[in-house]
């Protein structure tokens, strides 16, 4: 298994810029993607980004697409999302998440951490 800590989340003005971290321990050798998801008060959890682990290929939703960069160390196993021009509509828990090879869905989930953007 996988145990990933969330960290960067915070208060920001619109605007502004945050960059989330995300830290994975443990069977970090069978990592294919990592991604980051949101969700907001009265809706459903999204993709925010992916990116695969070994080729670096990296995807966005089309709403934080420009804005919003996907990164990785692997290294350091830690993946981290850049938040750029934040819009109080990107208000949410953000939670990374990881998958393993054989695996079509993320099974891992780190916490969360919340982002909060004013106005």
């Known amino acids: 298994q996988v145990q990933l800590v969330e960290s960067g989340g915070g208060l920001v003005q619109a605007g502004g810029s945050l960059r989330l971290s995300c830290a994975a321990s443990?069977?970090?050798?069978?990592?294919?993607?990592m991604g980051w998801f949101r969700q907001a008060p009265g809706k459903e959890r999204e993709l925010v980004s992916g990116?695969?682990?070994?080729?670096?290929?990296?995807s966005y939703a089309d709403s934080v697409k420009g804005r919003f960069t996907i990164s990785r160390d692997n290294a350091k196993n830690t993946v981290y999302l850049q938040m750029n021009s934040l819009k109080p509509e990107d208000t949410a828990v953000y939670y990374c998440?990881?998958?393993?090879?054989?695996?079509?869905?993320?099974?891992?989930w780190g916490q969360g951490t919340q982002v909060t953007v004013s106005s």
């Open positions: 998440a990881a998958g393993y090879f054989g695996t079509p869905q993320y099974d891992y």
């Open positions: 443990g069977r970090t050798f069978s990592i294919n993607a």
């Open positions: 990116i695969n682990w070994r080729g670096g290929s990296t």
